[in-house]
């Protein structure tokens, strides 16, 4: 698949960019400008609807190369390939990696094992917007005869933030007389509340589990069909016209007595975080319909097309991956701030979160061996002005560097009064503030007491990207995610690290099932567990 490649830290590019940093860590993002007047022009990118301008980050054309030789020497491009033609690059649980196939147009071919996965994911889409269709024309009738007019996805992780994050951002796109709820937490008080307005004879659950064995997905999923039959008469055929699964364990779902004509399949190449455009967005599909959620499609897809035929010096989530890259490993960069100004998109950082630190949050090689650099680093933000009067304070005078991901648009779905141009102004000034600051000099020729300058003084020389893009469509809302994606398999192929793998979930779940036996049974926690834990088991018992 691939060949083996020298440890990072010793590959060449790498040295001379250790070296390179050396002589420009100094460099100030104003001493750039002022060098290259044209930079703000030059250093942009544009593609899938989306226009990038990285002028504002501390790299000169040098670095650029220098980063892109890194990706050449990385095997970058093999690796892509490698994706896309369905290999299996999912080295720790040998499984190919193609969520890229749940956007393809019906003309393309991917085989894995012998078979094209496309006709298959073209026959699930076919299917969710033939249900999508029936619920939201009324159609699909629950067990009394009433149409469906809630509709509550219940699932965790992946199989929860892609939905959550596609609803809100898509809201503007939806049947408004339909209501949708979002159910991930064990917590017994996230299902309550959702449930706690609601008819259970108008109300139609979603319950996304691969296996239908998820511990928190299916505690959820057995009390919803509780909550169901207590307000539909305990007649136990009324859980097939209230319930359908995203699954692929035909078994689990006819048990639990869900109509298995209304189980919608997805596969092992789908990784959860990497799901959201497979049935797993069902709930998206019937908030939104069946033609934006395919143009949706459309946008993952234009980029995908992008990502692989793009040269590097003009691709977007290289660049992006890159750019994460450097100063994550050479400036010590712990954090990427995503700040999108468009409330819509306020659960976009959320999701991102999943996205790209279970991808990357990892510290052993592909080939098995302890990494020698950082690797992924934190994401985290807020929607719009609403960080401004929070987070932004330690962004700008902090001690800390924290590069940012501004997004915008050019035109508001909700056009009032100065509202957009007021939100937009912000974007431009927050990017130029970081990036040039306030000198002491400008701050005393305002008139500033000297013992009060020093507070006042802006250092400048933070580095961000802006995102923009004409208006938050279903397409674009796609470009935007398949951008940040790649940029996470590009950072990933730096690092030779598996970006599909998430073995880091799994121990506190293992050790978790052993301890629920512990609280619901009489003896008291087991001598095996630290004294730390046994004590919180046996304390947590004596006061439940």
């Known amino acids: ?190 299902f309550a509340e959702a449930v706690q307005d609601l008819n259970a004879d108008e109300t139609l659950f979603l319950v996304a589990s691969k296996t239908f064995t998820t511990l928190e997905t299916m505690t959820n999923a057995h009390s919803a069909r509780d909550w169901s039959l207590a307000g539909l008469g305990g007649d136990e055929k009324a859980v097939a016209k209230h319930f359908v699964a995203i699954s692929t364990n035909a078994k689990e779902v006819a048990k639990f007595g869900i109509d298995t004509a209304n189980m919608f399949e997805f596969w092992d190449w789908v990784g959860g975080r990497y799901s959201m455009d497979s049935a797993i967005g069902l709930s998206t599909m019937v908030a939104i319909g069946s033609d934006n959620f395919r143009a949706m499609l459309d946008g993952f897809h234009e980029m995908d097309v992008h990502f692989r035929t793009t040269p590097f010096e003009k691709n977007l989530p290289v660049l992006m991956g890159l750019l994460t890259v450097w100063y994550t490993d050479f400036f010590d960069a712990q954090t990427v701030a995503i700040l999108p100004y468009e409330q819509y998109l306020k659960r976009f950082p959320a999701y991102l979160q999943q996205l790209t630190m279970e991808s990357n949050g990892k510290h052993i090689t592909l080939d098995g061996e302890h990494v020698t650099t950082q690797t992924g680093p934190i994401y ?64 005393k020729a305002e008139g500033t007491a000297d013992w009060l300058v020093p507070h006042r003084v802006f250092e400048g020389n933070r580095p961000s990207n802006v995102l923009l893009a004409d208006h938050l469509t279903p397409k674009v809302l796609g470009s935007l995610i398949a951008l940040y994606e790649h940029a996470v398999f590009t950072q990933g192929t730096i690092w030779s690290i598996d970006s599909f793998d998430q073995w880091g979930v799994e121990l506190g779940k293992v050790l978790a099932q052993k301890i629920i036996g512990e609280l619901e049974g009489t003896d008291g926690a087991a001598s095996t567990h630290d004294t730390s834990t046994t004590n919180l088991i046996n304390r947590y018992k004596k006061n439940k």
């Not at 590019?13 to 390179?20: D, E, F, G, N, V």
């Open 380 to 443: 985290w933000g807020e929607p719009g002005t609403n960080g401004q009067h929070s987070f932004y304070q330690l962004i700008h005078q902090g001690t800390r560097l924290i590069p940012c991901d501004f997004i915008g648009f050019y035109k508001t779905l909700n056009p009032l009064g100065r509202h957009h141009d007021i939100l937009m102004a912000n974007v431009f000034a927050q990017a130029e503030a970081l990036a040039f600051g306030k000198t002491a000099e400008q701050v």
């Open 1 to 190: 698949m691939t060949t083996k490649l020298a440890p990072l830290s010793e590959r060449p590019s790498w040295k001379a960019l250790q070296a390179h940093h050396d002589t420009i860590q100094a460099t100030t993002l104003k001493q750039l400008f002022a060098d290259d007047p044209a930079r703000g022009e030059r250093l942009t990118a544009e593609a899938a609807g989306i226009f990038l301008d990285y002028s504002k980050n501390r790299v000169t054309d040098e670095t650029l190369g220098l980063l892109t030789k890194l990706a050449e020497e990385s095997g970058l491009a093999e690796r892509i390939n490698a994706m896309f033609t369905g290999e299996k690059i999912n080295i720790t649980e040998n499984r190919a990696v193609l969520h890229v196939a749940l956007r393809a147009p019906k003309s393309e071919s991917i085989v894995v094992d012998g078979e094209d996965v496309v006709p298959p994911v073209h026959a699930v889409l076919d299917k969710m917007a033939g249900f999508a269709d029936r619920v939201r024309s009324g159609d699909w009738k629950g067990h009394t005869g009433k149409r469906i007019r809630n509709v509550v996805n219940i699932g965790i992780g992946g199989s929860d933030l892609g939905p959550v994050m596609a609803y809100e951002a898509l809201k503007h796109y939806t049947q408004r007389d339909l209501t949708f709820r979002f159910v991930s937490n064990v917590d017994g008080t996230d």
